[in-house]
């Protein structure tokens, strides 16, 4: 089993820059792919990035190019650097953890930490 706890989240404004972290428990962290999702009130729960154990990463659309998922097992660590942040981007952001691999589907990470509230103002 895998427990999460995220940190990092914060109040920036338009074209600023947040960096998430994740700490992760348990020996077998490595073993896990880990990913981020958010979700804006009235929105439903929505991919953002995922990393795979050996380091392979796949972004949602919206998030290339402006945000960054990185990992250190050496740690159980798994950050997400968000760059050129915009009001849309406001939400509460999970970090989850699977034992399949690279995926987008949330239904496939089981389990997932407590949330941190990410605002940004315009």
């Known amino acids: 089993q895998v427990q999460l706890v995220e940190s990092g989240g914060g109040l920036v404004q338009a074209g600023g820059s947040l960096r998430l972290s994740c700490a992760a428990s348990?020996?077998?962290?490595?073993?896990?792919?880990m990913g981020w999702f958010r979700q804006a009130p009235g929105k439903e729960r929505e991919f953002v990035a995922t990393i795979h154990w050996l380091g392979n990463t796949y972004y949602a659309d919206s998030m290339k190019g402006r945000f960054t998922i990185s990992r250190d097992n050496a740690k159980n660590t798994v950050s997400l650097q968000m760059n050129s942040l915009k009001p849309e981007d406001t939400a509460v952001y999970y970090c989850?953890?699977?034992?399949?691999?690279?995926?987008?589907?949330?239904?496939?990470?089981?389990?997932w930490g407590q949330g941190t509230q990410v605002t940004v103002s315009s």
């Open positions: 348990g020996r077998t962290f490595r073993s896990y792919a």
């Open positions: 989850a953890a699977n034992p399949i691999g690279i995926t987008t589907s949330s239904v496939s990470y089981p389990y």
